[in-house]
């Protein structure tokens, strides 16, 4: 059975469909940890309801951004996580978590990358920048995570019709919508082999 790190920093919706995919039993794997940037994360709530360890930024011995990378690394290692899922979170993933994990970070964007990726290009922004530039489809990538935002392997994608009159916040709708199964359904494939990372 995979084990599951999960790095958050908001709601976590995604974080609780892959939690629920894993307790369901279509997943044949386990949320080890959570480790959120933020203390105050409705994700961290969650994951406390379900009985998964968590810990937050706030808890790590120093503050100093490499310091916090070097820790994510160990708890991430000391739970003996195979593969780790980015789920709204809202920092750059360090170097030493990236090498220790290289090929088996994903993440999860609003968007059909290439397109609309990039710094700063997250939640409403992506929505906006592609009913600005008149993009008549837009969707949700799952891709592995480099040390650049938004620019790892592919690995999945999924569309959604932009239409006429679409606002920003009902492309968002639109997207959630197919984002929780495209990201639980390409993490089974992984796991079940037919996705190699």
């Known amino acids: 059975m995979k084990k599951i790190g999960i790095l958050v920093s ?5 974080m609780t469909a892959i939690i629920d995919a894993c307790h369901s039993g279509y ?12 203390p105050s994360a409705k994700a961290l709530e969650i994951a406390n309801e379900k009985n998964i360890k968590t810990i937050h930024f ?8 490499n310091e916090i990378d070097v820790s994510i690394c160990k708890v991430l290692h000391d739970n003996k996580v195979d593969i780790v899922l980015l789920a709204g979170f809202m920092k ?17 964007h609003p968007s059909l990358l290439p397109k609309h990726g990039g710094k700063g290009l997250y939640g409403m922004n992506v929505h906006r920048e592609v ?8 969707g949700a990538t799952i891709h592995l995570v480099n040390n650049e935002y938004d620019e790892g392997a592919i690995l999945a994608q999924k569309s959604v019709i932009v239409g006429s009159k679409e606002t920003a916040e009902s ?3 639109k997207v959630l919508e197919i984002e ?13 082999g037919s996705i190699s990372i």
């Open 10 to 14: 908001g709601k976590g919706s995604n």
């Open 27 to 38: 997943l044949l794997a386990e949320v080890k940890i959570v480790i959120s940037s933020n």
């Open 58 to 65: 706030n808890s790590f011995p120093s503050q100093n951004i």
């Open 92 to 108: 750059k993933v360090g170097p030493v978590v990236l090498e220790k994990f290289e090929g088996r970070i994903l993440n999860v």
């Open 131 to 138: 009913i600005s530039a008149g993009d008549k489809e837009s």
């Open 171 to 173: 492309l968002a709708s």
């Open 180 to 192: 929780h199964r495209l990201y639980v359904d390409t993490v089974k494939k992984i796991i079940e």
